[in-house]
T-cell receptor, first 112, second 117 residues
Framework: DAKTTQPPSMDCAEGRAANLPCNHS???????VYWYRQIHSQGPQYIIH???NNETNEMASLIITEDRKSSTLILPHATLRDTAVYYC?????????????FGKGTKLTVNP | GAVVSQHPSRVICKSGTSVKIECRSL??????MFWYRQFPKKSLMLMAT?????????EQGVEKDKFLINHASLTLSTLTVTSAHPEDSSFYIC?????????????FGSGTRLTVV
């Protein structure tokens, strides 16, 4: 079963920041938080991942709370092409055999 | 970056026939690949973990004799849906684990839309 809880849907205005929350209250100390997104009828696309510290890349920022029980994915300037289902996934560090288990995700709709 | 190619992107087959889907890691070697299926408006459901040179590990409830997985090389895993039925119609997606330093780990293919008629 997925170890994360996300709101089923969110809306955001184009050009504004999109903040997508994720709860992972049972996360273990050696588990990473991964974010992927899936645009309709395509394979999931990697966005970002982190363990304890906040992370930023060219796509997004990941803010992880100090107790690690929740995180927020931030898309700083959302565009229409960011409309997708966003998945927050917790994954251990046992190596490549550790599977990714997807929850239901958040459907983000970016409006003009 | 890591690239995973999945082929075919779409396939239509008749009931009772078998269909093979290929998943290739193009610029890295993948000792582990994963197969998922996704029904409309649903999330991805893991079917099995494919390990190069050994038998796949199937998730509970997934019929291993119906969904045959072969991972004969470090860059190719195949999923064969045997004796397909309309209820097997779904979106099948593979993922490959990239163990190279500085990689983020999991890269997904673009998916295969299977329609059984």
């Amino acid at each position: 079963d997925a170890k994360t809880t996300q709101p089923p849907s969110m809306d955001c205005a184009e050009g504004r920041a999109a903040n997508l929350p994720c709860n992972h209250s049972t996360i273990s100390g050696n588990e990473y938080v991964y974010w992927y997104r899936q645009i309709h009828s395509q394979g999931p696309q990697y966005i970002i991942h982190g363990l304890k510290n906040n992370e930023t890349n060219e796509m997004a920022s990941l803010i992880i709370t100090e107790d690690r029980k929740s995180s927020t994915l931030i898309l700083p300037h959302a565009t229409l092409r960011d409309t997708a289902v966003y998945y927050c996934i917790v994954r251990g560090v046992q190596g490549g055999s550790e599977k990714l288990v997807f929850g239901k995700g958040t459907k983000l709709t970016v409006n003009p | 970056g890591a690239v995973v190619s999945q082929h075919p992107s779409r396939v239509i087959c008749k009931s009772g026939t078998s269909v093979k889907i290929e998943c290739r890691s193009l610029d890295f070697q993948a000792t582990t690949m994963f197969w998922y299926r996704q029904f409309p408006k649903k999330s991805l459901m893991l079917m099995a973990t494919s390990n190069e040179g050994s038998k796949a590990t199937y998730e509970q409830g997934v019929e291993k004799d119906k969904f045959l997985i072969n991972h004969a090389s470090l860059t190719l895993s195949t999923l064969t849906v045997t004796s397909a039925h309309p209820e097997d119609s779904s979106f099948y997606i593979c993922s490959a684990w990239d163990a190279r330093p500085l990689s983020y780990g999991y890269t997904f293919g673009s998916g295969t839309r299977l329609t059984v008629v």
